[in-house]
């Protein structure tokens, strides 16, 4: 049936935890971005007026072209603070590894009698 056929897609190429994963990461960035429009940017955009002045960081070329450049520090800034909170869990996260025990398996018919006699006395 066709309905099998696209459940054994969905299910063997992982398309379900993909999309999940598509959509929590997309809720995330906008999480994101809206602290760092609401939350930080409001603290740097007056140190950038102060440093670029009245006219801001816009400029006019020959031919009536305007160049505006708070726009590129402004991502620039949101792309530094998203990298910064990326890497700050993904090291966090590999921090909270679960410690496993390591077990070692051994043939009992390839133990010397060393190795018995010592197991012996445990």
Not at 44 to 51: A, E, K, M, S, W
Not at 113 to 121: D, H, T
Request: hydrophobic share 50%; proline share 4%.
């Amino acid at each position: 049936m066709p309905v099998n056929g696209f459940w054994d897609f969905l299910t063997q190429f992982n398309v379900i935890g993909l999309s999940v994963a598509f959509i929590i990461g997309e809720n995330i960035n906008n999480l994101a971005k809206a602290l760092i429009d609401d939350l930080l940017m409001p603290f740097i955009n007056p140190l950038l007026n102060r440093i670029t002045g009245d006219e801001g960081l816009e400029y006019r070329l020959p031919g009536g072209i305007e160049l505006h450049l708070e726009k590129i520090v402004s991502s620039f800034i949101k792309f530094m603070c998203l990298s910064l909170v990326i890497y700050t869990l993904i090291t966090l996260g590999l921090k909270l590894e679960i410690p496993t025990a390591q077990v070692k398996i051994m043939n009992f018919a390839e133990l010397t009698k060393k190795q018995l006699n010592a197991s012996k006395k445990l």
